[in-house]
């Protein structure tokens, strides 16, 4: 069993009756059933920024892929849950064989994608990963795994696609905008896990609550009506 690690702080909240762990590393840890969720992975997006003759920076790919290394070893899940966007484009295909690669040392792991906008558009991944891959909603438990916020009838929503993010008011006219899970009664939206992805900020609404994602911790901000 790998040794715990003390340096990062989760935030412990429970959601349709079930323990669930919000980590800073923006993916969401169900204990009970070991599952890991992941939204909006994005690999291969700045490839496909590069392949369209814009100047960006490479690397994102392994950064991800060492981010999710750090996360399994820690946490030793059974399965991987992908709330959608796995691959950012068809031109993000050229990062393939290093996910390959990545894939072969944990093949162990029950991989499943729950298939989004840009998985549309990107085309599945090849066999040879061995991902299930499935349509919104993928029902697990008291849990809807999609990639679209919506409502359910009978289970609690865990969604992506927003990359939500809030803003932290300080004094003045001092703000920061950090990334976020934001939740409902019955849904919850994940910030996105990839690099290079951005943000998009979230309003308030009633009975809505931000968790903020910051350094090594999760905390839930004060209650807005």
Same mark, same amino acid.
């Given at each position: 069993m790998a040794s715990p690690d003390t340096s990062a702080s989760p935030l412990a909240v429970h959601w349709a009756g079930e323990l669930l762990h919000l980590l800073p590393e923006r993916a969401l840890w169900w204990p009970a059933q070991r599952v890991l969720f992941v939204a909006d992975l994005h690999l291969g997006k700045a490839a496909t920024y590069r392949a369209l003759g814009q100047p960006v920076p490479g690397g994102t790919t392994q950064e991800n892929l060492a981010r999710?290394?750090? +996360?399994?070893? @820690?946490?030793e899940p059974q399965r991987i849950v992908f709330l959608g966007d796995f691959l950012h484009a068809a031109q993000a295909r050229t990062v393939?064989?290093?996910?390959?690669?990545? @894939?072969?040392?944990?093949?162990?792991?029950?991989m499943t994608l729950v298939r989004g906008n840009h998985d549309s @558009?990107?085309?599945?991944?090849?066999?040879? +990963?061995?991902?299930?891959?499935?349509d919104e909603p993928f029902l697990l438990g008291p849990f809807a795994c999609c990639h679209h916020p919506q409502t359910h009838a009978t289970h609690f929503v865990l969604a992506g696609h927003?990359?939500?993010?809030?803003r932290l008011q300080g004094r003045g006219r001092d703000s920061?905008?950090?990334p976020c899970f934001a939740s409902d009664e019955q849904q919850a939206v994940l910030p996105a896990f990839g690099e290079f992805t951005g943000g998009w900020l979230m309003e308030s609404a009633p009975g809505r609550r931000f968790h903020a994602v910051?350094?090594?911790?999760v905390w839930s901000l004060p209650f807005q009506e």
């Open positions: 999710l290394d750090a +996360l399994l070893e @820690r946490h393939l064989a290093a996910v390959e690669a990545w @894939r072969v040392g944990h093949a162990a792991i029950s @558009r990107a085309g599945d991944p090849p066999e040879a +990963l061995h991902i299930e891959v499935v927003l990359h939500p993010v809030c920061v905008r950090l910051g350094g090594d911790a």
